[in-house]
Nanobody, 124 residues
């Protein structure tokens, strides 16, 4: 059974930066693309970024591509989401997920393992 555990969330001020991490259990981490999503009651589930198994390819949502960066460390089974210039509208529960294949993608149903999520609150 694969487990994904996010960390790094918290309360920050507008304009701040934050780096989220997600550590995966199990083997063959590099054989699967990873993604980050966020969820709020009014927007629902929103795709943010995806990274291929090797880390060579990435895909971003238009809304965040200038501010968010996804990266991965296959030696440590970890994927990161670096966020800059945070806005109150970025307040959400952020979750990482493992995709069913090695290639990037933005469709939630193509991810079969999900973490519990970490809360990010952007407020002054």
């Amino acid at each position: 059974q694969v487990q994904l555990v996010e960390s790094g969330g918290g309360l920050v001020q507008p304009g701040d930066s934050l780096r989220l991490s997600c550590t995966a259990s199990g083997e063959d981490f590099s054989r699967y693309a990873m993604g980050w999503f966020r969820q709020t009651p009014h927007k629902g589930l929103e795709f943010l970024a995806s990274i291929s198994g090797s880390g060579r390819y990435t895909e971003y949502a238009e809304a965040v591509k200038e501010r968010f960066t996804i990266s991965r460390d296959n030696a440590n089974n970890t994927v990161h989401l670096s966020m800059t210039s945070l806005k109150p509208d970025d307040t959400a529960v952020y979750s990482c997920a493992r995709r069913i294949s090695v290639t990037v993608g933005n469709i939630p149903s193509t991810y079969n393992y999900w973490g519990q999520g970490t809360q990010v609150t952007v407020s002054s």
